[in-house]
């Protein structure tokens, strides 16, 4: 049916004589790209008493305000309006039974939307919204809109192209939920998935248990503050009829057994040991979880479902069943007691007996579930949606077992990941259907969905994060360009995405980096005695900015040409630009000028290649670590202690010898307990050792950068060796209690 389509919409395009591939200037912006299109020369004009009619009463009441939003164009009166015409036309003849499909045709008199439902009508509307150029959408004070000609058909390659917001780790406000559906819609996602509990915070108000908002929604953080929100009932029902007015499915996850300590934290009588707990401010995985054991328990959450079911009207609930560690499940007598009664295997088996009771429940009041990939271990609860996010391997194991799955490893969607690790070429590259399936099984493949966790990324932040790399998951999602060879063109979308810079500035997007913008490379020439700073661009056309004088680069800064030389201690800041909006963060070069600057360095126990930052140089190249462990700068060590020796070339005065450590608990990386320096001639009797004790808590969810200096008033030494006593591994009050322990080492500055 497809390729017939494709060949009667081929033969119209030629009968129009003006087949035109698709390069046209500005509207060359269409994300994701329409499967068929086909430009034209002429331009419609789009004036305020341009009359709409529309066959659906609620899509004309939305383009309305749509128009009048993104324009400032305020349709008089759709009756009796002389000026061009709009048409959205449900058409029960509609030559695709796909309901999100839809056709346009935009002539210098009219525009024509047509579909089978009123669904389709909507994406199509999202298209011609993009058409409007961007300058209009800027000024919203146009009184005509020039929209080019074209003729487009066009439908989804996957039914389900969602958005997982986290709103626990940090807390969205209804205005901005509301402002990422419409971002959502525009970009023709049907899916918001709405992460709704943590340890961190539970977010939705449940009449049946309010200390899970009163307590739970609440976290002390490190410095004292209370950090915390949800959302009322009515807020969410708010919420629900918003996204629906722009067909777009709510998918509420409600986490359990494991993520669940913020609800332990309101009603500790669900866990095996009973608390009490605390809403907790470190992230990671937390060992306290629901108690399988326990009946109450299951009529807990029972009964918070029982409202959730009330609030989301969709068919899906999304349960987690994620990391859930079952170290209390071991210990724990009631859970031991259900596994014995129920002839249960081990605890995985007690986890998926926990999914599948769950899911009987929700199946029984007419809902499916969906669980990340760890719900397939122990067995699958029959009917559930796996979605895959360790790899693509769920995604195959359910696929393979005949269960739909939503396929969104991490590698490919977590945009909380850093643009450097997943820049905007492989968000492009990624195809949400796995090799290792054939014809027949790859139907169970739904979708996918892009990730925005939010340990690290504040409200403000989430656009910087998202844009530009979610454009890239939008075309994927719609179009699949990696299904068939020949299909992609990266290219062709990347010039796209820089025609869609203008519109993302205009509809007040913050977006950030595409990739790694900056990458500095330094170098000490010892002759001359001073560094040399190259920066290498990894976007086009940006500008890159920077300061000497410890303030933050702006549009007005210093514009970086050739290389930079430095002669003295100084801090350069650099940071990319584009469109006169800051894109990266400000990297921070920090040089150091010491006697030790291009030794020779050994080390007894070899750092970790992924923290290797500029290799066997990196502790004396005069270039210091940022509070960031991954800026190159730092390197690290997993699991054994530091112990390196300086070779200075020659006997020097040394005054002081100062290594920097870092503290980052959240990352594993924690302070050596003791640092010992000593002084050598001859590389074998080293003399004159100090030791320097660490006063700094290692329970401390801040980043610490110390130094631990050492005084030796002007001895004469050529070598010098420093020892660093790592805690080796995790302590018991950390996610990864037992698990290496990180040291991450910087600049040894001699003096
Ligand atoms: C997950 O990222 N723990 C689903
Ligand atoms: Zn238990």
């Known amino acids: 049916m497809k390729i017939l389509r494709v060949l009667l919409f081929v033969l119209s395009m030629i009968m129009t004589l003006s087949f035109d591939t698709y390069c046209n200037g500005n509207n060359q912006s269409l994300i994701p790209r329409p499967m068929l299109i086909n430009w034209l020369d002429d331009e419609f004009i789009l004036k305020s008493n341009s009359s709409v009619s529309s066959e659906s009463e609620k899509l004309q009441d939305y383009f309305d305000d749509a128009l009048r939003t993104l324009t400032g164009i305020r349709l008089i009166s759709h009756k009796n309006n002389t000026g061009s015409e709009i048409r959205f036309i449900l058409d029960p003849d509609f030559n695709s039974s796909n309901k999100e499909a839809y056709s ?81 819609a525009y970009y023709k996602f049907n899916t918001l998935h709405w992460h709704l509990t943590e340890d961190q915070g539970w977010r939705i108000e449940v009449k049946k248990y309010p200390k899970l908002t009163e307590i739970g929604a609440w976290r002390k953080e490190a410095d004292g503050s209370i950090y915390g929100g949800f959302y009322t009932q009515d807020e969410i029902r708010e919420i629900v009829a918003y996204a629906e007015s722009r067909f777009i499915n709510i998918v509420p996850e409600i986490e359990m057994p494991g993520h669940s300590l913020a609800s332990l934290a309101a009603y500790p009588e669900n866990s095996c040991e009973g608390g009490p707990f605390e809403v907790t401010n470190v992230w990671g995985v937390h060992k306290d979880i629901y108690c399988a054991g326990r009946d109450s328990t299951f009529i807990f959450l029972q009964n918070i479902l029982d409202e959730v079911i009330q609030l989301f009207p969709g068919k899906y609930i999304h349960i987690g069943g994620d990391e859930a560690p079952k170290d209390r499940w071991k210990e724990c007598p009631e859970c031991q007691a259900r596994i014995i009664e129920k002839g249960l295997k081990n605890e995985d088996e007690l986890q998926s007996y926990f999914i599948t009771r769950i899911s009987r429940y929700l199946s ?35 696929a393979k077992s005949g269960h739909f799955t939503i396929s969104s490893p991490n590698s490919h969607t977590y945009l909380d990941h850093d643009p450097d690790d997943l820049d905007l070429r492989l968000a492009y590259s990624f195809n949400p259907i796995p090799n290792e399936l054939t014809e027949d099984e790859k139907v169970f493949v739904l979708g996918s969905e892009a990730n925005m966790w939010t340990e690290h990324a504040p409200q403000e932040t989430i656009d910087s994060k998202l844009f530009p790399r979610l454009l890239a998951l939008a075309e994927v999602f719609w179009s699949n360009p990696q299904s068939v060879p020949g299909k992609a063109d990266y290219d062709e979308f990347y010039n796209r995405v820089q025609n869609t810079y203008a ?16 990458t500095p490379k330094t170098n000490f ?33 210093e514009l970086y040409v050739d290389p930079i030389t430095v002669r003295s201690t100084a801090n350069l800041k650099i940071a990319a630009f584009k469109n006169n909006s800051i894109i990266s963060k400000a990297i921070t070069l920090g040089f150091v000028y010491h006697k030790a600057l291009g030794s020779k360095i050994t080390f007894a126990n070899s750092y ?114 420093v020892n660093a006593r790592s805690i080796l591994k995790c302590p018991e009050w950390h996610p990864g209690a037992g698990y290496d322990a990180w040291l991450f080492i910087d600049e040894i500055v001699v003096e």
Request: aromatic share 8%; glycine share 8%.
């Open 104 to 184: 346009m045709n935009i002539s210098p008199a009219r525009i024509t939307i047509s579909s089978g439902d009123e669904t389709g009508l909507f994406r199509g509307i999202q298209t011609l919204l993009q058409l409007i150029p961007a300058e209009i959408k800027l000024k919203k004070d146009s009184d005509s809109i020039k929209i080019p000609c074209v003729k487009i058909f066009d439908e989804p390659e996957f039914s389900w192209r969602g958005l997982n917001l986290d709103c626990s780790r940090h807390f969205m406000t209804v205005d901005f939920v509301k402002r990422y559906i419409d971002i959502l």
């Open 364 to 398: 029984s009041k007419g809902r499916d579930i969906i669980g990340w990939d760890e719900i397939l271990e122990g067995g699958l609860a029959p009917g559930a949606i796996v979605q895959s996010w360790r790899s693509f391997q769920g995604a195959i194991d359910a």
């Open 503 to 518: 519109d993302l500035t205009a509809r007040g997007i913050k977006y950030g980096r595409e990739t790694k913008v900056i």
């Open 525 to 557: 020439d010892k002759t001359k005695n001073e560094f040399t700073v190259k920066l290498v661009r990894g976007q086009k056309d940006i500008e890159i900015r920077y300061t000497t004088n410890g303030s933050a680069p702006d549009v007005n800064s």
């Open 608 to 721: 970790d290649e992924r923290y290797r930052a500029a290799g066997e140089n990196a502790l004396v190249d005069g270039v210091r670590g940022t509070n960031n462990i991954h800026d190159n700068n730092w390197q690290g060590f997993e699991g054994v202690h530091f112990e390196a020796v300086i070779d200075l070339g020659k006997a020097i005065n040394i005054s002081r010898v100062t290594p920097r450590f870092i503290l980052n608990s959240n990352s594993w990386v924690f302070l050596p307990e003791q640092v010992e320096i000593s002084l050598s001639n001859d590389s074998m009797n080293f003399t004159d050792k100090r030791s320097i004790l660490n006063d700094v808590q290692q329970k401390n969810s801040e980043i610490v950068l110390k130094d631990f200096p050492a005084e030796f008033n002007g001895t004469t030494a050529r070598y010098i060796k």
